[in-house]
Every structure is written in C-alpha cells, then in structure tokens.
T-cell receptor, first 112, second 112 residues
Framework: QKEVEQDPGPLSVPEGAIVSLNCTYS??????FMWYRQYSRKGPELLMY????GNKEDGRFTAQVDKSSKYISLFIRDSQPSDSATYLC????????????FGTGTRLTIIP | ETGVTQSPTHLIKTRGQQVTLRCSSQ?????VSWYQQALGQGPQFIFQ???????GRGNFPPRFSGLQFPNYSSELNVNALELDDSALYLC???????????FGPGTRLLVL
C-alpha cells in the first residue's frame, strides 16, 4: 500500500465548475500538506501549503486537511481552461529531512 | 519563476553510461533535494543535501550520488544507467524562512 493515494483521473469538467481533488494517506506523522500544479513537461509549482488540520483559502483555491480521517482536498472554484494540468498532493513529517511524499497526481482538463 | 535552474533540459544516454545533472539557484537556498518522476507518476525522493552533507536518502541504489557546493548549487550523478532511469529529474531548493520548497523545471533523461 502506498503512503499517499490519489486518483489519477483523468478528470474533465466544464469551465466554471467547481473541481474537487482528493488524497488519502496512511502515515499519521505527516504534518505538512501541499498541493502542486504541474503543466505538461514542466516542474511542479506550489499552489497551497497547510500545516496540520484546517482550511486555507487563496483566491479560487481552497485546501482542506482532515487529519482524523487522513484525507486532504483541494477545491477550485470558477474553473478556467488555464487550470488544466496535473495536480499533485504532497506531504511531509515534522522531523528529519525535508522529504516530500507525493501522490501519483490527478490529470485535470477544463473544457471551454 | 522559482529562480531554480537545471541543466541540461533534455538528455539522451545509452544503457551503462554515466550522467551528471546540474541545479542552481539565484538565492542562497541551503537545502537541496532531488526527485525522480517517471511518466504518469508522482515525484520520488532520491536524496537531500544540507550544507554540503547528505542528510536523507530515499529508496535508490548507491549508483545515484550527489554533491552540493558552497554556492548551494548541486549535482546529481547516475552511474551504470538502466532503461528504468528514464524519467524527469527534479531539483528542489529550500532555505531561509518559511517552508516553501521551490522546484526547478527538471531535466528529462531518456536511456536507450
């Protein structure tokens, strides 16, 4: 079993829809949770960063962390064609090195 | 723009050869990590360097080695290349205040 599970998709939604992306994890030591966006043949770009449980909002993006359920989510409101990319969840513990453990990524397409 | 650069952008090698990938940053990031991202997968942690010392390693064999230089630039060396080493290699820099890790654009390696 992988430490971080993420549905690879692909996921296609119409422009303007709300997108929900999710990851589950098994390691209860994870304390930092991140969402990265990766365009084709590019490096990942940090979208959202959350420490421990709770919600965080940044413009059209909202990240939620539920540590009791070991479940994290990213919501994208008013989705745009430019949001079409692969979305990777990543997490790490609060000790040791800076190792990030990633999900496999969800490929998202926003249809105009 | 993350300010993290990698070279070369693309590389083709044959099985058994050796390769050196490079990473540098405009800012003084004192922690550098390397990740391997196979097609359709999330990045996998190779190792991390902090102040020129390796301080964490993922599940990669010793033929993957690295260096961090006093100017915080870094190299990833891979000996005895295998077909499965074909992937996008990502350099990640972190330093100063905050928890943000900055990804470079990656080097795409193809082993024939």
């Amino acid at each position: 079993q992988k430490e971080v599970e993420q549905d690879p998709g692909p996921l296609s939604v119409p422009e303007g829809a709300i997108v929900s992306l999710n990851c589950t994890y098994s390691n209860s030591a994870f304390q930092y949770f991140m969402w990265y966006r990766q365009y084709s043949r590019k490096g990942p770009e940090l979208l959202m960063y959350t420490y421990s449980s709770g919600n965080k909002e940044d413009g059209r993006f909202t990240a939620q962390v539920d540590k009791s359920s070991k479940y994290i989510s990213l919501f994208i409101r008013d989705s745009q064609p430019s949001d079409s990319a692969t979305y990777l969840c990543a997490m790490r513990t609060n000790f040791g090195n800076e190792k990030l453990t990633f999900g496999t990524g969800t490929r998202l397409t926003i249809i105009p | 723009e993350t300010g993290v650069t990698q070279s070369p952008t693309h590389l083709i090698k044959t099985r058994g050869q050796q390769v050196t990938l490079r990473c540098s940053s405009q800012s003084g990031h004192n922690t550098v990590s390397w990740y391997q991202q196979a097609l359709g997968q999330g990045p996998q942690f190779i190792f991390q360097y902090y102040r020129e010392e390796e301080n964490g390693r993922g599940n990669f064999p010793p033929r993957f080695s690295g260096l961090q230089f006093p100017n915080y630039s870094s190299e990833l060396n891979v000996n005895a290349l295998e077909l499965d080493d074909s992937a996008l290699y990502l350099c990640v820099m972190k330093g100063g205040e905050g928890e943000t890790q900055y990804f470079g654009p990656g080097t795409r390696l193809l082993v024939l």
